[in-house]
């Protein structure tokens, strides 16, 4: 299956619908071959903007969908309009679901380790317990959390852990740049894993630790509003969208 992408500001979108983006994903595992998955919001976008050379990392993914409504804007204002938005949360457990129908082992990587949590068990952990109930027969091949340092022995240890692990499909949840970084750092040293999603908090929103929108804020576009009330310290973050939002249209006026 071949999918038409779509140049956003530099980065190469994949143009798909959810029901598109799943079944690329279940024809390359069933096909035996690699694939990463990036989900990139406006904030992405923005950094890829400022950040040519995190932009050129991000497009070697397979599969690039977009994880925000401002992204499917920015196309339509750039008279390259794409499908629809494909959140990575839902992809996420489009993933599950496939990985509980087809015994794939998944491995659960970032989130917060036991001492952060109140309950005193890891974010992974929790997520598993949660993914058991809700997916009965699915299968953890193991949980690392994400708080250590990326590039030294603790690595190279969770490497070892993961290739022992007989994982198929590696979830990345250490948020952006970070989880990307790693991905296209280590995927090579992963040969096993056919499945690499760079999935942020969602581990997060699985267990219920962070609460998604409303259904209402999201189909107003204003997700991004209810994530700034129940996290403000985002604050800092969010102000890439406007200047994402008014970016485009500057780009496209000259462009003109
Ligand atoms: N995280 C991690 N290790 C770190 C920093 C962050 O595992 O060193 C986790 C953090 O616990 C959270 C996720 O990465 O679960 C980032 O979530 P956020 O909502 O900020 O990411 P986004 O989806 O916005 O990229």
Redesign the pocket.
């Known amino acids: 299956m071949t999918i038409e992408k779509v140049n956003i500001r530099g980065v190469n979108i994949s143009n798909v619908t959810m029901d598109e983006a799943d079944a690329f994903i279940r024809e390359r595992m069933e096909n035996d071959e690699t694939t990463s998955v990036y989900t990139p919001?406006s904030?992405?976008v923005q950094l890829c903007i400022e950040k040519p050379e995190f932009s050129d990392l991000i497009n070697k993914a397979e599969l690039i969908v977009p994880d925000g409504i401002g992204v499917v804007k920015a196309a339509k204002i750039l008279g390259t309009p794409i499908k629809e938005k494909v959140a990575?949360f839902d992809l996420g457990l489009r993933v599950m679901k496939m990985a509980q129908e087809k015994k794939y082992p998944v491995f659960l990587f970032?989130?917060?380790d036991e001492t952060?949590c109140e309950c005193g068990v890891s974010?992974a952990d929790q997520c598993v317990k949660v993914m058991e109930e809700k997916l009965p027969g699915i299968v953890f091949a193991g949980t690392r959390?994400?708080?250590?340092k990326?590039d030294g022995e603790e690595n190279d240890e969770t490497i070892r852990l993961i290739n022992e692990s007989g994982a198929k499909i590696l979830f990345v949840?250490?948020?952006?740049p970070?989880?990307e970084k790693w991905i296209d750092a280590n995927r090579d040293r992963l040969p096993n894993v056919r499945l690499f999603m760079g999935?942020?908090?969602?581990?997060?929103g699985y267990t219920g630790n962070?609460k998604r929108a409303p259904k209402v804020f999201i189909d107003l576009g204003l997700e991004w509003f209810y994530r700034l009330l129940c996290?403000p310290q985002?604050i800092g973050?969010m102000m890439s969208l406007p200047k994402f939002y008014f970016g485009t249209w500057m780009y496209k006026l000259k462009k003109k």
């Open positions: 919001n904030e992405i990575g970032g989130g917060a952060r974010i959390h994400g708080y250590f990326k949840c250490l948020g952006c970070a989880q999935l942020g908090g969602s581990l997060d962070v996290q985002r973050r």
